[in-house]
């Protein structure tokens, strides 16, 4: 492992600088320390697992080494740090084979919410999320009785205009709110099917809390920027956590007792 870390030591240092220094993925320094309190919470039941070595990881780490070769040619930091977690999951396999991958599958998965962003993906859905923001916010405005007028991604209300920037296309609450709602569902000892279901529900949940947050700024001029913006997204955050738990205690329940 300490070999691994050598080899991905730029990778890592590229992940941490975004982690850092994008506020849309500051989540990505939790991801690794619930990756491993996960393992280690898992600890009695893996370590019951015979060791098979197997030679196909050996195999995914060679993959994974050019993966890595063409990420520093021009792949990006993205390729770089797929090929980071390959490896992981390649020296698994061979040290441990396939029953110790699929008892860790969970944890690893995990991982995927600390890997940088796509750029190509990333710019493809920016503008989209933007407009969609802007558009079920001015509805919200409007259902509210005040009078709005939207242009592309810019609400004026009553003489006070607010742009949804990149910064509030949604991605912000969209990724750490699926990285929580897998770990909750993991917590609430929910099978594979439901903690899918519980993340795929974070999407909806992460647009309309992110339109909610632009409507408070067009209500409001004082909480358009600042702290009390900061305090408000928090709140909205919280409140989203809070409608991700109901939905699983709904589905739950439904489930346990159908009509």
């Known amino acids: 492992m300490v070999g691994l870390v050598a080899c991905y030591a730029s990778t890592l240092q590229g992940m941490a600088a975004q982690w850092w220094n994008d506020e849309d993925m500051g989540h990505g320094f939790l991801v ?8 280690w919470r898992e600890r009695t039941r893996w370590r019951t697992l015979p060791l098979r070595s197997s030679w196909a990881g050996l195999a995914v780490i060679l993959f994974a080494a050019l993966a890595q070769s063409a990420g520093a040619l021009g792949g990006g930091l993205f390729l770089k740090s797929v090929a980071f977690l390959l490896s992981i999951a390649g020296l698994i396999l061979w040290f441990g084979g396939a029953e110790l991958l699929r008892a860790w599958a969970f944890p690893l998965a995990l991982l995927g919410f600390m890997l940088p962003k796509l750029a190509i993906v990333y710019n493809q859905v920016t503008l989209p999320l933007q407009l969609l923001a802007t558009k079920i916010a001015g509805a919200m405005l409007t259902l509210a009785g005040y009078a709005v007028i939207r242009e592309g991604n810019i609400l004026d209300v009553r003489g006070h ?32 099917w439901m903690r899918a279901l519980v993340m795929v529900c974070a999407i909806p949940i992460a647009i309309i809390a992110n339109a909610l947050r632009v409507a408070i700024s067009g209500w409001s ?10 305090l ?8 989203c956590l809070a409608a991700l738990v109901l939905f699983h205690r709904l589905v739950t329940s439904f489930h346990a007792h159908p009509a």
């Not at 690794?32 to 393992?39: D, H, M, R, S, Y």
């Open 32 to 39: 690794p320390a619930v990756a491993l309190w996960i393992v």
């Open 232 to 239: 408000a997204g928090g709140a909205i955050f919280l409140a």
């Open 161 to 192: 205009q607010v742009s949804v920037a990149e910064a509030c296309d949604g991605i912000r609450y969209l990724l750490p709110l699926a990285f929580l709602a897998l770990v909750f569902a993991y917590l609430a000892g929910s099978k594979a």
């Open 221 to 230: 001029p004082a909480l358009a920027e600042g702290t009390p913006h900061q």
